[in-house]
Each structure stands twice: as structure tokens, then as C-alpha cells.
T-cell receptor
Framework: GAGVSQSPSNKVTEKGKDVELRCDPI?????LYWYRQSLGQGLEFLIY????????KSGLPSDRFSAERTGGSVSTLTIQRTQQEDSAVYLC????????????FGDGTRLSIL | KNEVEQSPQNLTAQEGEFITINCSYSVGISALHWLQQHPGGGIVSLFMLSSGKKKHGRLIATINIQEKHSSLHITASHPRDSAVYIC?????????FGAGTILRVKS
């Protein structure tokens, strides 16, 4: 597709379960970003990829959160042992090069932890 | 104090009015982004600027690097402009976001 694709669009799971969120960036975009939008808290940075490496993981809230990117393309964000405070919209964005050019956002995955 | 402050938090306007949303930041930046988010919708990048002024249709964005301030203007506002407008500053590779301005344009 032409834009950033995220799946699933919605995910409801029980507390304590692991979840995987997927992001398929725009073809050719080398930089990929994960953000979180919690109710009443606005957007916050989680992690940034340049190619397959993650030079900046400073926004990951705890060691339950991890992310990887393979083939310089698809990325997965994994949350282990989910907690209710993990409920949020998880957004992925990509840009042609790191630090340059606008970021193109996916529609997000709405994660609800019961 | 947040690194990025937006004002106003909420704004209601009549169709046709000129609208200004302000963004002040306290850190050094390489660029500033204005984003639009419709209710239940995704985020769209409106502008990325590092100096001066940019215009796209009825939207104008300006930035004053010395004063660490940016404004987003909407001319001849329309109900379809109703959305959340988010200012984000870029230092290095990541964005730091303002809390957003909720704009409602009434017909």
C-alpha cells in the first residue's frame, strides 16, 4: 500500500498476556518510529529505528516492552505481561531518512487491557 | 514545565474565521512539525519547518527560532477543519509533542 500500515487495528487482551503489534512502513523509508497515545496524556516517543538497528530506545517505559525491525522494513512492538496502564493507541510512523522530512503515520493499534 | 506548550487547549470558531494556534518550546530543535488528528482518525503531517514560513492552501505555519515560537494559522475556517492540532519539536531523531489544541469550527 501507499501508506504506513499497522495491524491489528484493535486488540483487546487480558492482563498478563503478551501482545505483538505490527507496523509496515512506506516502502523505501529507512527510519521507523513507534509512539504511544494514552488517554489524557498525549503522544510520547517509544523507540526509533534506522534500518534494522535501534539507536534510540529511550522512550520504552519498561523492560516488558521490546521492538525489532527486520529487512529494513516491517517492525513489531512486543509488550510482555501486559498491564492495564499499557492501554493506549500505539502509533507507528516512517520517514524517508532519519531526522529529515515529514513523518508519515499509520492509523494506530488501539490496545485495551482488561 | 513541559518542553512544548500549546495554546489554546480548546478553540471554538465560527465558519469563516481566521484561527491561530500557538506553540512555544524550551529546547533546541532541528525542526518543528504541525500535525492534524481527526476524531477517530490517524495523524497527518501538515508542515515541517525549521525557519520562516510555509503555506499550503488555507494553512500557514510560521516559526521564530530566536523566540522559540511557532504559529499555525487557518484562514477562512471550515467545519471540516475541526480536529486536534498537535505541535511537535524534533531534536535529533525523535519528536516531542505538545498536548494538542482541540479545534471546533461551527457552521
Amino acid at each position: 500500500g501507499a501508506g504506513v500500515s499497522q495491524s491489528p487495528s484493535n486488540k483487546v487482551t487480558e492482563k498478563g498476556k503478551d501482545v505483538e503489534l505490527r507496523c509496515d512502513p512506506i516502502s523505501g523509508h529507512t527510519a521507523l518510529y513507534w509512539y504511544r497515545q494514552s488517554l489524557g496524556q498525549g503522544l510520547e516517543f517509544l523507540i526509533y529505528f534506522q534500518g534494522n538497528s535501534a539507536p534510540d530506545k529511550s522512550g520504552l517505559p519498561s523492560d516488558r516492552f521490546s521492538a525489532e525491525r527486520t529487512g529494513g522494513s516491517v517492525s513489531t512492538l512486543t509488550i510482555q505481561r501486559t498491564q492495564q496502564e499499557d492501554s493506549a493507541v500505539y502509533l507507528c510512523a516512517s520517514s524517508l531518512v532519519s531526522g529529515g522530512g515529514p513523518q508519515h503515520f499509520g492509523d494506530g493499534t488501539r490496545l485495551s487491557i482488561l | 514545565k513541559n518542553e512544548v506548550e500549546q495554546s489554546p487547549q480548546n478553540l471554538t470558531a465560527q465558519e469563516g474565521e481566521f484561527i491561530t494556534i500557538n506553540c512555544s518550546y524550551s529546547v533546541g530543535i532541528s525542526a518543528l512539525h504541525w500535525l492534524q488528528q481527526h476524531p477517530g482518525g490517524g495523524i497527518v503531517s501538515l508542515f515541517m519547518l525549521s525557519s520562516g514560513k510555509k503555506k499550503h492552501g488555507r494553512l500557514i505555519a510560521t516559526i521564530n527560532i530566536q523566540e522559540k515560537h511557532s504559529s499555525l494559522h487557518i484562514t477562512a475556517s471550515h467545519p471540516r477543519d475541526s480536529a486536534v492540532y498537535i505541535c511537535a519539536v524534533q531534536g535529533g531523531n525523535k519528536l516531542v509533542f505538545g498536548a494538542g489544541t482541540i479545534l471546533r469550527v461551527k457552521s
